[in-house]
């Protein structure tokens, strides 16, 4: 082989290990699925942004501030967060925002009664135990919730796609239960049952 040949075998080489290692030891920060209907969290869970159109009438180009709990439903005592179903979209979907077209999408998983398919996002393995009703009822001394969504998942009302904020592995969660004003538990047993 010629040496500038050699060279970039080589380079290709290392290139390609180190992508290996990196993927091996990679945090999930950033994971972002494709998703069956674009849906925008800003523009449902976004705050308002009015501007005028072209003649001088009033659109919102930003959200329209629904809750998170009016889509994901805590109340659900199992360890996971739910997704909405159809229904939840159609209560507003049967009347507003036809024109659009991912909403006609929508309407047609609804006509056909399939669920829509959502990429999980966020995907912890089985061996992990994880329990979002823990994390949201903790209280500090004063009695206000020590932790809100925005803490783990970031400003998801300001992403047009969900992506994953923080690293979501053990050392994630052991930084957080390790420091003292959270005083969580920090035994294999809590998150390895
Ligand atoms: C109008 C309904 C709706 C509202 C309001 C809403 N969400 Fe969602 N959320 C969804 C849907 C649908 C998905 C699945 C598609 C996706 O991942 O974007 C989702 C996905 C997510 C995910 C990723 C789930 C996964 O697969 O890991 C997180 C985290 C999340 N939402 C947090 C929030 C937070 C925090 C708020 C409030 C600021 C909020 N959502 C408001 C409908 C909603
Ligand atoms: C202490 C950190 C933390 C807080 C606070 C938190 N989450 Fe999560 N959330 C997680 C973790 C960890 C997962 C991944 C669970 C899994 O994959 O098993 C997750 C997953 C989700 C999912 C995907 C469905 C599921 O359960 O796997 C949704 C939706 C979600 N969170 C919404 C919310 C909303 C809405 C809030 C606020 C009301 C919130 N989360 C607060 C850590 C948190
Ligand atoms: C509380 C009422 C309400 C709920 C619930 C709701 N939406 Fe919307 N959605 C709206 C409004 C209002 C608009 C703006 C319509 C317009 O601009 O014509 C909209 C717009 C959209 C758009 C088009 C965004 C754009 O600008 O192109 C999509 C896609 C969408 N919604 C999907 C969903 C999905 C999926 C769900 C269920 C997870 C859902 N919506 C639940 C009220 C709602
Ligand atoms: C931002 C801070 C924070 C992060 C990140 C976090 N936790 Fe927690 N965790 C807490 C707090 C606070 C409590 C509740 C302590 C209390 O009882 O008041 C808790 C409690 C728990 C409990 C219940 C313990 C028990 O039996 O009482 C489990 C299980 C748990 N966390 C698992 C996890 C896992 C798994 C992760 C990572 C995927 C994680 N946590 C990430 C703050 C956090
Ligand atoms: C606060 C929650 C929490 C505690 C406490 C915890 N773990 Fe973990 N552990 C996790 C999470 C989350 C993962 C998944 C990491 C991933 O997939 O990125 C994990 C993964 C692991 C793995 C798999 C290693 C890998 O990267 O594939 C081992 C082994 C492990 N934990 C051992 C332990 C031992 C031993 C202890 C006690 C000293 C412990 N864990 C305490 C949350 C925890």
Redesign the pocket.
């Known amino acids: 082989m010629k040496k500038p040949v050699r060279l970039i075998a080589l380079l290709v080489v290392l290139l390609g290990g180190g992508t290996l290692a990196y993927s091996m030891t990679r945090p999930?920060a950033g994971y972002e699925p494709h998703q069956p209907i674009y849906f925008q969290h800003r523009r449902m869970a976004g705050a308002p942004q009015w501007t005028k159109d072209a003649e001088g009438k009033d659109v919102n180009t930003g959200g329209f501030n629904i809750p998170c709990l009016y889509c994901h439903s805590m109340e659900y005592k199992g360890r996971h967060a739910t997704l909405p179903s159809t229904d939840i979209c159609m209560n507003c979907h049967s009347t507003v925002g036809q024109s659009k077209e991912w909403v006609l999408v929508l309407q047609g998983y609804w006509e056909r009664g399939e669920p829509i398919p959502w990429v999980k996002v966020h995907d912890?393995?089985d061996y992990?135990y994880y329990d979002h009703s823990v994390h949201l009822a903790a209280k500090n001394d004063q009695g206000e919730a020590k932790l809100d969504c925005v803490d783990c998942h970031g400003t998801v009302e300001e992403m047009d796609v969900v992506t994953v904020q923080s690293a979501?592995?053990?050392g994630w969660?052991?930084d957080c239960?390790r420091k003292p004003e959270m005083n969580a538990?920090?035994?294999?047993v809590?998150?390895?049952r």
């Not at 538990?185 to 294999?188: G, L, Q, S």
């Open positions: 999930r912890l393995p992990v979501f592995n053990m969660c052991l239960h538990p920090t035994d294999c809590t998150c390895h």
